[in-house]
Structure formats: structure tokens, C-alpha cells
């Protein structure tokens, strides 16, 4: 059974720095990307960007760029978002998802991380 | 970008109810669009992708239509479990992009 399970929910400061997690298992997490969604509090959703595990090739939404790092450690099957000065306007739910081939559907989601940004 | 635009926004229907929801591309496609359902405080699951395929195990209830630049999800037969948001996306541009969502509720 594939299944991404993401850390838990996160309360952090202005200017904190912060690293969320992603681990797949039931299938070869090398082989399938893996993108991060943002959905801001009673909104829609709004992909941030993908990585490639097996080779770490990582591809950003432009709006994002520069404001987080997506990175993965394919030997123990696990994506990340970072960032390195946190704001509240990142207080969101972020998702993890998977994707069998570049350019295609997100088949299967993480169950979310909320992290609240708040002084 | 690709903006995505769902309409309606809200939609009151009955259990019971046959249900179109429509996405419109702000450019062609193809039909490289996925309809993604979320409840409340859960994630995003997948319905259909490649504008009418069938995820494996999602009822049959739902279908998806369209190409190039107009798509609709229908429900034919609303089920109390159907109540929630729909979210449809495009992956033709690698700068993927999702609607904003309609939001079906119970009449």
C-alpha cells in the first residue's frame, strides 16, 4: 500500500527556521517524484514545487522560489520543505504528494502539516 | 501560467441529484487535467486524471469530460459522501495550477 506520512503540526516564531517531512513506503520512492502543495487557511490549493528523489532534480513554482528548499534523502525514502526565516503569511496546511511520471496527476497525498507562524 | 477557473464556486444540491461541475483552461490543455476531491480537515484525494480516467477504486458515479480548454466532473447520482470540495488541476504546463474550487453542499 503507497502511503506518504508527514510530520506533525508545528507552531514557530517570525524568522524561525523550519524543516517539514514527507516519508513514502509501499513503493519505490527513488523512481517517483514528489511535490509539495500549500493551502493557505480557507483557500485553494497551490503547488510550491517537485524533487526527483533518485537524482534530486527539484523543479519550483516561481512564486515560491527562493522562499523554501525542497530536498530528499532517498535512502531512507523521505522528501522535505524548509524554510530558513519562516512569516506568518506561511501559516498553512502544506501537503505532500506523489507523482508516477513528470508532468502528470498527484496519485497519492500526504495527510498534511500545519504550521502556524505566529509572534 | 495556465489559470484555472471553476465555476460555480458553491453549489446546493439534493442526495439523489445529478451534479456538473465545470473547469476552464485559460489555454488548450489537451486533456492533461485531474479532478481532486477534499473533505474538511483532510487531503486531496484524486478522482479522475487525464480528463475522464477513473482512479482505481473511486465509484463510477463519477466522470469527467472535456479537452483543450472546457471540462466537467459530473456526479450522476449525489451520495451524502459527495459533499465536499472539488478541486480540478492541469499538468500540461510544468508550472502546474489549480482551480479554486466549487464547494457542493447538501440543499
Known amino acids: 500500500e503507497v502511503q506518504l506520512v508527514q510530520s506533525g503540526a508545528e507552531v514557530k516564531k517570525p524568522g524561525e527556521s523550519l524543516k517539514i517531512s514527507c516519508q513514502g513506503s509501499?513503493?519505490?520512492?527513488?523512481?517517483?517524484?514528489i511535490g509539495w502543495v500549500r493551502q493557505m487557511p480557507g483557500k485553494g490549493l497551490e503547488w510550491m514545487g517537485i524533487?526527483?528523489?533518485?537524482?534530486?532534480?527539484?523543479r519550483y513554482n516561481p512564486s515560491f522560489e527562493g522562499q523554501v528548499t525542497i530536498s530528499a534523502d532517498k535512502s531512507i525514502g523521505t522528501a522535505y520543505l524548509q524554510w530558513s526565516g519562516l512569516r506568518a503569511s506561511d501559516t498553512a496546511m502544506y501537503y505532500c504528494?506523489?507523482?508516477?511520471?513528470?508532468?502528470?496527476?498527484?496519485?497519492?497525498w500526504g495527510q498534511g502539516t500545519l504550521v502556524t507562524v505566529s509572534s | 501560467d495556465i489559470q484555472m477557473t471553476q465555476s460555480p464556486s458553491t453549489l446546493s444540491a439534493s442526495v439523489g441529484d445529478r451534479v456538473t461541475l465545470t473547469c476552464r483552461a485559460s489555454?488548450?490543455?489537451?486533456?492533461?487535467l485531474a479532478w481532486y476531491q477534499q473533505k474538511p480537515g483532510k487531503a486531496p484525494k484524486l478522482l479522475i486524471y487525464?480528463?475522464?480516467t477513473l482512479q482505481s477504486e473511486v465509484p463510477s458515479r463519477f466522470s469527467g469530460s472535456g479537452s483543450g480548454t472546457e471540462f466537467t466532473l459530473t456526479i450522476s447520482s449525489l451520495q451524502p459522501d459527495d459533499f465536499a470540495t472539488y478541486f480540478c488541476?492541469?499538468?500540461?504546463?510544468?508550472?502546474?495550477?489549480f482551480g479554486q474550487g466549487t464547494k457542493l453542499e447538501i440543499k
Open positions: 488541476q492541469q499538468y500540461k504546463s510544468s508550472l502546474y495550477t
Open positions: 487525464k480528463a475522464s
Open positions: 504528494a506523489r507523482q508516477l511520471d513528470f508532468d502528470r496527476h498527484f496519485d497519492y
Open positions: 489555454q488548450s490543455i489537451g486533456i492533461w
Open positions: 509501499g513503493y519505490s520512492f527513488s523512481n517517483h517524484w
Open positions: 524533487i526527483y528523489p533518485g537524482d534530486s532534480d527539484t
